[in-house]
């Protein structure tokens, strides 16, 4: 399975969640994290701690690299570039499933519909089911705003998990002290929407 999490807008928690993901799935599967962003944000994890090894790759050969990655590791967690770039597009595209990370605001709402437009061109110009995709409501809170997000995106038709990721300490610490622990609030979240994520490909 290979997964990237793709967003336009900084501070929604992408790199965080691709790090919470294979975090979690280390657990139980052979896992990689593929940092293909130039900011290079993975370079922090501690892998010894995840129990994940971290690869880098920005080139124009990125495809390859996931393909061999891919043949390695049950799992394959990709954090993509903030932007949108033919490198970028390569990773999406040989992805099974792009999660776009959205914070409860309008703003962080409209870059998500780009990036669902981004990745309907992706899927129209290839033979195929690749990518599915979805947007995830990231650092979200208990509050009227972050309902009325939700509803909107019900509304626009633009595929959403139920599962959500709320505004969490241990979400920040993941890379430096591993996983949440078991029974744990964060670990739960990350839990429902790694079983989401396989219930959808599956379908």
Known sequence: MIVSLYSTKGGCGKSTLAVCLAAYWSQTRKTALLDADPQASLSLCRPEVLRVPVYSDTSKDVAKTIAKLAGEYER???????????????????????????????????????????????????????????????????????????????????????????????FVETPSIGFPPAGSVAALEIELLARELRRRLKA
């Open 76 to 170: 394959v967690v990709i954090d993509t570039a903030g932007y949108r770039r033919r490198k970028n597009l390569e990773a999406l595209a040989h992805s099974d499933f792009v999660l776009i990370p959205c914070k409860p605001s309008p703003f962080d709402l409209r870059e998500a519909m780009e990036a669902v437009e981004l990745l309907r061109e992706i899927a129209g110009g290839r033979k195929g089911t690749r990518p599915r995709y979805a947007v995830v409501l990231t650092m979200a809170q208990r509050t009227a705003v972050s309902a009325q997000i939700r509803e909107d995106l019900e509304n626009s038709g633009v595929p959403f998990m139920s599962a959500q990721i709320g505004q969490r300490v241990a």
